[in-house]
């Protein structure tokens, strides 16, 4: 039984490694666009425009903090809410959808028109005194104020179509965006000299290219999720904003931190540190893709792993991230501190002056915090979507402000900027004994694996006891399927009649996909099938990675003449008292209640 237990976790492992790496790309790509794009002005500014520019860039950094903060709000808040309603209230879907737009715009637009106003009464003078850098700033501004909204509701729409399993619209999207800030940044800074105001219009205007080709998706009738008023409620705002704040503190807590820290550099370091710290954090906002992506897929499965009760598919998934997750991240983080040289002199070329030894000193520094923060990203995306209230709020406060502050006005007066870049992986540290002490809270003993660190609460899923997981990978071990859920059924206290019929219902459809999805695709397929026994109810889930397929059709299609053809599809609908059949990030699931 020991050995067949094994098996059985490896392969619904998998499953869900499979999924994590084929949604990852996708994410990452959203993010490294967005990183990328900052990269190609950081090159345009220092290159065409000058070091004024640059510093311009890096002030207006906790303004693109902010509207990062509030876009993922709303992006965790809508997943988190997703992940419920996909399986047992999708009907509600459309409803959150159109909710979810609807704040995005009006952030938007109150942000827009909050910046135009301190750029026209002068209240910039609060961020950036001198000149020409106060003028380079405004402008930059300017140009940025017609971006904002289908920024916001542009990364609305990509989160929405990924966990519709629509990444290919998604990249192209990404990819267009990115060409398009290329062609209208050489058009407003080089053919015609606009400065920083042609700066922040290029990416202004991708924005708009960015958010156009995903909206077209949700103009189309067939679409499940469509924007209508009639379907608005204000409950569901709430709901949003009440579970995705705990993702937004960390971001919000950036921006203070950014002034915070900015102040500093310029009292010990000067504008130069800005400047170098421009430089090497825009690369690396490229890098920082990576594990923020792997937090967006994380949450996807762990919203929908929680809408499923299912305790296993959440250790799962953070176990992936912290194994093969992290050892992609030890291997970037190598790579950048051996290319810490090359990537210095894309900005500046001269090994003389000061900021040059500052950007290579960033490049080989800061990434080290990269593989803390890896803890502290998920674990914190965990604690939000399990609802984890303490840790939720304490972590991404800790980790957005208190850390880096502290450890930066220790370090910073006397190491100067070296002081910046060894705060963050102290920050990490820090943030890693914050997850370890509260699971040590919350268990009232010392965490000793990773379940344990995680220390899921008791209102999610069920005990071990009560259940059974079992997976398939051909034909010949469908046979056993029955006996195994008869079994336990049994054991569980269900009468004879209602353990047979769980049997027969999960043999029927995992044959049923072996037969007929496991030759489709042509690639490696794997069928996972959990049973779970809770109050009076018995609860069958299989999900496979076979091509999509809704049994519901094959059971309600009965041409004439065809009265001998899916007769055990229609078998299972008869004797289930409840059948659900969704497409969930690309899986097949089929849920049924007997």
């Known amino acids: ?235 569901e705002g709430r709901q949003i904003i009440r579970l995705g704040y705990p993702g937004a503190i960390a971001r919000f807590g950036e921006m203070l931190r950014c002034l915070i820290v900015n102040s500093l550099v310029l009292k010990y370091v000067g504008s130069v540190g800005i400047s170098s710290f421009s430089a090497s954090n825009s690369l690396l906002s490229i890098i920082w893709a990576v594990p923020f992506g792997m937090a967006a897929v994380c949450r996807m499965l762990f919203s929908i792993s929680i809408g499923e009760e299912d305790r296993k598919s959440l250790v799962n998934t953070m176990k992936i991230t912290m194994t093969k997750g992290m050892l992609l991240m030890f291997m970037i983080v190598a790579l950048l501190i051996l290319l810490a040289e090359p990537l210095t002199r894309l900005f500046y070329r001269e090994p003389a002056d000061p900021v040059y030894h500052m950007t290579v000193m960033g490049f080989r520094l800061l990434p080290l915090c990269m593989p803390w923060s890896m803890i502290s990203i998920h674990f914190a995306c965990y604690a939000q979507t399990a609802e984890k209230r303490r840790l939720a709020v304490v972590l991404p406060v800790v980790d957005g402000v208190i850390g880096v502050v502290l450890f930066s006005f220790l370090l910073i007066p006397s190491m100067k900027m070296n002081g910046l870049y060894i705060a963050n992986s102290c920050n990490g540290m820090l943030c890693a004994a914050v997850v370890v002490v509260d699971a040590w809270i919350s268990r009232g003993s010392f965490p000793r694996n990773l379940e344990e660190l995680m220390a899921i609460p008791e209102r999610i899923g069920v005990p071990e006891n009560e259940r059974i997981d079992i997976s398939v990978n051909s034909m010949a071990e469908v046979v056993s399927v029955s006996q195994q859920i008869g079994d336990f059924c049994l054991e569980r206290g269900i009468d004879r009649r209602r353990a047979y019929f769980a049997g027969l219902c999960m043999e029927e459809m995992a044959g049923n996909v072996i037969k007929h999805g496991f030759v489709k695709d042509g690639k490696k397929n794997h069928i996972d099938i959990r049973v779970v026994h809770k109050g009076d109810d018995m609860i069958l889930r299989i999900r496979d990675n076979c091509t999509a397929f809704n049994p519901a059709e094959r059971a309600n299609a009965m041409e004439p003449g065809e009265t001998g053809k899916n007769i055990g599809i229609r078998m299972v609908y008869k004797i289930a008292g409840d059948v659900s059949y969704q497409n969930l990030l690309g899986l097949n699931v089929l849920t049924i209640r007997i």
């Not at 666009?33 to 640059?54: E, F």
């Not at 303004?63 to 047992?88: C, D, H, K």
């Not at 300017?142 to 904002?148: E, P, S, Y």
């Open 1 to 235: 039984m020991e050995a067949l237990y094994l098996k059985q976790k490896s392969n619904e492992y998998k499953l869900l490694t499979e999924l994590y790496f084929r949604l990852l790309p996708y994410q990452v790509l959203l993010l490294a666009i967005n990183a990328i794009n900052g990269i190609v002005d950081t090159l345009y500014a220092s290159n065409v425009i000058g070091k004024a520019a640059m510093s311009a860039i890096g002030i207006f950094g906790p303004i693109n903090i902010f509207l990062s903060a509030a876009s993922l709000m709303l992006v965790s808040g809508s997943q988190i809410l997703y992940g419920r309603y996909v399986t047992t209230k999708r009907e509600k879907l459309p409803e959150l959808f159109t909710v979810d737009l609807l704040i995005a715009l009006g952030i938007s637009l109150l942000s827009t028109a909050v910046l135009a106003l301190a750029v026209a009464t002068g209240l910039t003078r609060l961020l950036l005194s001198q000149q020409p850098d106060l003028q380079m700033l405004n402008r930059y501004i300017l140009g940025q104020l017609g971006g904002i909204p289908p920024l916001l509701m542009g990364q609305q729409l990509f989160s929405f179509l990924s966990l519709q399993n629509q990444t290919r619209r998604t990249m192209i999207a990404s990819v267009a965006s990115f060409l398009s800030n290329i062609v209208f940044n050489h058009l407003f800074i080089v053919i015609f000299p606009m400065g920083t105001f042609g700066l922040g219009l290029g990416t202004a205007l991708s924005n708009w290219v960015f958010f156009g080709i995903q909206a077209v998706y949700f103009l189309r009738r067939q679409t499940e999720l469509r924007f209508s008023l009639r379907t608005w409620r204000r409950e």
